[in-house]
């Protein structure tokens, strides 16, 4: 057996590792929350994709990774407004079908047992714009079910993004900015 690593949450684990993420073993999804002076809505997104790699088990500091989300998969208990955030005027999901972020590096890792926490760093893709933003990420290791968990809390600003929705709705009826919560689960291959 590999020795344990003190500064790495791979304990028993060497060489690079890979993850995917979907619904296994249980199920990703993020969460979204509105919060503007006319309205408060909460909102799920699933069908959550991507994979996870570490170059390094030593090294988790040298993660990279790519997650996407369908818009189509949004959902806020409204079948009406969901058709209109899926729509033209908020998130286009016939031109813009996905959400996305790809991690290029982590920074801050600090490692406590089999969690980890850093900031992950990369471009963010909504409504056919990407940019780049920096997010806090914590993530879980399951050595016996080889599996993560990676968990963040981050606002997107609507402007960034072009999201522009009828006249006098944003700031209103629907904040500028959107709360997002993520849980992703990934199993090792």
């Known amino acids: 057996a590999a020795p344990a690593l003190a ?33 408060k809505i909460r909102g799920t997104a699933d069908g ?3 994979t996870v790699t570490i170059a390094d088990a030593a090294k988790p500091e040298g993660a990279t990774g790519s997650i996407t ?29 996905n959400i996305g972020f790809t991690i290029e590096k982590l920074d801050g890792v600090r490692v406590a047992g089999t969690k980890l926490n850093a900031t992950a760093t990369g ?25 993560l968990k990676i968990t963040s809390k981050f606002t997107v600003a609507l402007k960034d993004y072009n999201v522009k929705g009828k006249s006098g709705i944003v700031g209103s009826k629907v904040g500028e900015t959107i709360a997002v919560a993520a849980t992703m689960y990934g199993i090792g291959r």
Do not use: C
């Open 7 to 39: 500064d790495s949450p791979f304990t028993g684990k060497t060489g690079a590792l890979t993850f995917v993420i979907g619904d296994a073993p249980a199920k990703s999804q993020f969460v979204f929350m509105s919060d503007a002076p006319l309205e």
């Open 123 to 147: 471009p963010f893709s909504l409504n056919g714009v990407s940019k780049r933003i920096t997010i806090p990420v914590e993530v879980t290791y399951n050595a016996e079910k080889n599996a």
């Open 48 to 50: 959550v994709k991507g």
């Open 69 to 97: 989300v369908p818009v189509a998969s949004m959902r806020t208990g409204n079948p009406v407004r969901d058709g209109h955030l899926q729509g033209d005027e908020w998130l286009n999901a016939k031109t813009n079908p």
